[in-house]
């Protein structure tokens, strides 16, 4: 076990103090609005009256006390009944637009009572243990402990809806359902239909999990909780399970409503499965009370979990059981259309110039997720503003495209001459057999500058769209892909280690028509662990096929990438003097855009 607490008794003795002062600042009851400290206390009734009248930008809830800030500025002070809750106070109004705010306090009065009953000095014991696991952990943030993190978006404000977000037909399609119980519980439990407690929504980062939750919540207008799987992570054993005691306390006594977990493979995880050796005493603990809050969920609860993964593989079984995550929603990357759609809502709010094609932005974009999507459109008025201009253009998307995918621009490592010669007959290489092919997209461009990604045009196929590609267009995209290789070769009589990346994908579409596209003599059978190929994650093939069968796919593989090494050679021996003069142009202007390039071909 590491121990990098022994660095220096002062930085352990100063933590303590900051530690205790800090714990003393949030347990004392009086400080809890520090802020406001000889504000004026008014009766629970006064505040109802003020915020029907519409009269109070904020409400902030901590335990019985109610701080809340009138729209002229002046912030005052109640005190409801314990069991009271904001539903209660009728502060749930969709017709004022006052933001109210549920401050946890639960872990805060957790530590009160341990305060009153036991000594000083077993705190002080207690903290130090705490202090040693985060220190060992190499986290930072200590005090997290004190506050939920567990955030209400208030029903009010701007919603999100299922407008908001684009594509994702068939996931929005599937959540309309949850929708409806939200709104109609009574429909459906009267026919005796029990409303699904828990919906699993699987996905790649960024593909707008969350925003559909969310939106979920918008359309049935029901309040929204949200906390993050691995924000149990760091936690003091015990807290996560009275955070998620609380979260769905919470949840309850607004129903109905939406729970949002995010991440929750972080606690989530299958026993024993990615290095976790033994138990995780508090990840254990949170998951286990996650698991018995749904199933102690009467049937007309009206509360309805969420939770969002990108590694459904590493799932503890338990939690897929009937009557808690029973449902998956699979949320795909998006493909042309969704990616246009994409770009057109995050246009909203920005001000496009004229003839912006964002069908050629999608078509830039294959692979993309809605977060990288939204992130161009960011990027592209970051660059507009940058050069004061009135509009965003289509240059400016195009500019902002190109350094998402191919990260920023480094021009600063200057390469050789020798490795800039290889490099322009390398992408030479693959622009000539991608424009010369039937299928691949056309060359945008082609550069010899080092980009974090060193491809002169993009030409990748995502996995996510592989139904729309023939056998033809992946036998074509091999040969691009083969295309640097053999340039080099050719060239300079024997390849270099550049074409790494281009082979590995090569083989891979090559495996991938084999064994999962059924585009081999060995006929439609899909040999793969489909259940998390869109992931991206590397297919793993079946451990129980035959060694015959392995030996099959092998040959299979090698023949298809064969036959496009074969075809690929030709197009470049019958081409060479084109591969010439376009290698010397790059060398000499570095970039060629698809007009240039075009030339080259009369
Ligand atoms: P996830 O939870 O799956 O990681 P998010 O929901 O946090 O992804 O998505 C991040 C952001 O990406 C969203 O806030 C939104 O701006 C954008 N986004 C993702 N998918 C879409 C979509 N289908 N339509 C519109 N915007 C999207
Ligand atoms: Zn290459």
């Known amino acids: 076990m590491k121990n990098k607490n022994s660095k220096s008794p002062w930085f352990t003795f100063i933590a303590v103090i900051f530690v205790l002062t800090a714990l003393w600042a949030t347990l004392k009851p009086e400080d809890f609005f520090a802020e406001q400290k000889k504000i004026e206390t008014v009766s629970v009734s006064e505040m109802t009256k003020l915020y029907s009248e519409n009269k109070i930008e904020k409400i902030e809830v901590k335990g019985k006390e109610i701080a809340f800030k009138l729209k002229d500025g002046e912030i005052k002070k109640t005190f409801k009944e314990e069991n009271q809750n904001i539903s209660d106070l009728g502060l749930l109004r969709d017709d004022v637009d006052t933001q109210v705010e549920v401050v946890d306090t639960s872990a805060s009065e957790f530590f009160v009572g341990i305060l009153g009953d036991i000594l000083p000095f077993v705190i002080i014991v207690a903290i130090l243990v705490f202090m040693m696991k985060q220190v060992q952990k190499g986290a930072g943030n200590n005090f997290s402990f004190a506050k939920s993190k567990a955030r209400l978006f208030s029903v009010k404000g701007k919603k999100t809806t299922f407008k908001d977000v684009a594509g994702c037909t068939e996931a929005k399609n599937e959540l309309e359902e949850i929708v409806d119980f939200l709104k109609h519980p009574k429909k459906f439990t009267d026919i005796g239909a029990k409303i699904p407690k828990g919906v699993m929504l699987v996905g790649s980062p960024g593909t707008g999990k969350t925003l559909l939750a969310k939106a979920v919540a918008g359309e049935a207008n029901v309040p929204f909780f949200s906390i993050s799987g691995s924000e149990f992570v760091e936690m003091f054993v015990g807290v996560g399970a009275s955070r998620v005691r609380d979260l769905f306390e919470k949840a309850k006594k607004n129903s109905p409503a939406i729970i949002f977990i995010d991440e929750i493979d972080a606690v989530g995880r299958q026993?024993?499965?990615?290095?976790?050796?033994?138990?995780?005493?508090?990840?254990?603990?949170?998951?286990?009370?996650?698991?018995?809050?749904?199933?102690?969920?009467?049937?007309?609860?009206?509360?309805?979990?969420?939770?969002?993964?990108?590694?459904?593989?590493?799932?503890?079984?338990?939690?897929?059981?009937?009557?808690?995550?029973?449902?998956?929603?699979?949320?795909?990357?998006?493909?042309?259309?969704?990616?246009?759609?994409?770009?057109?809502?995050?246009?909203?709010?920005?001000?496009?110039?004229?003839?912006?094609?964002?069908?050629?932005?999608?078509?830039?974009?294959?692979?993309?997720?809605?977060?990288?999507?939204?992130?161009?459109?960011?990027?592209?008025?970051?660059?507009?503003?940058?050069?004061?201009?009135?509009?965003?253009?289509?240059?400016?998307?195009?500019?902002?495209?190109?350094?998402?995918?191919?990260?920023?621009?480094?021009?600063?490592?200057?390469?050789?001459?020798?490795?800039?010669?290889?490099?322009?007959?390398?992408?030479?290489?693959?622009?000539?057999?991608a424009h010369l092919l039937e299928t691949p997209d056309p060359v945008h461009k082609v550069t010899i500058i080092p980009r974090g990604m060193s491809l002169g045009s993009t030409w990748s196929i995502p996995e996510g769209e592989s139904f729309n590609y023939t056998k033809t267009k992946l036998k074509e995209e091999i040969c691009v892909l083969l295309g640097g290789f053999v340039a080099e070769s050719l060239t300079f009589g024997e390849p270099a280690t550049g074409a790494t990346n281009d082979l590995e994908r090569a083989t891979k579409i090559a495996k991938n028509m084999v064994t999962k596209f059924g585009m081999s003599s060995i006929g439609p059978i899909s040999f793969s662990d489909s259940g998390n190929s869109f992931l991206g994650v590397e297919n793993g093939i079946h451990q129980d096929i035959s060694e015959e069968t392995a030996k099959k796919i092998d040959k299979e593989v090698h023949g298809i990438v064969n036959e496009a090494l074969v075809k690929t050679e030709k197009i470049l021996k019958d081409n060479k003097n084109i591969l010439k003069e376009i290698s010397e142009a790059l060398l000499e202007k570095e970039t060629l855009d698809s007009g240039e390039f075009k030339t080259f071909f009369k």
């Open 271 to 433: 026993r024993g499965v990615g290095g976790m050796s033994g138990g995780h005493d508090e990840r254990e603990q949170t998951l286990n009370q996650i698991l018995s809050e749904m199933d102690g969920f009467e049937d007309n609860a009206n509360v309805i979990v969420m939770a969002a993964t990108n590694r459904p593989d590493v799932l503890d079984k338990a939690l897929m059981r009937p009557g808690r995550f029973d449902r998956r929603v699979i949320i795909d990357k998006p493909d042309l259309k969704d990616r246009i759609a994409i770009l057109e809502v995050h246009t909203k709010g920005k001000k496009m110039g004229k003839n912006i094609d964002l069908e050629k932005i999608g078509q830039m974009t294959a692979g993309f997720a809605g977060a990288e999507l939204a992130n161009i459109m960011n990027e592209a008025a970051i660059y507009a503003g940058k050069s004061s201009k009135k509009s965003i253009s289509q240059k400016d998307l195009v500019i902002a495209t190109e350094k998402v995918i191919m990260g920023p621009e480094r021009k600063s490592r200057i390469l050789n001459s020798k490795d800039k010669k290889v490099t322009a007959y390398h992408e030479a290489g693959h622009a000539i057999v």
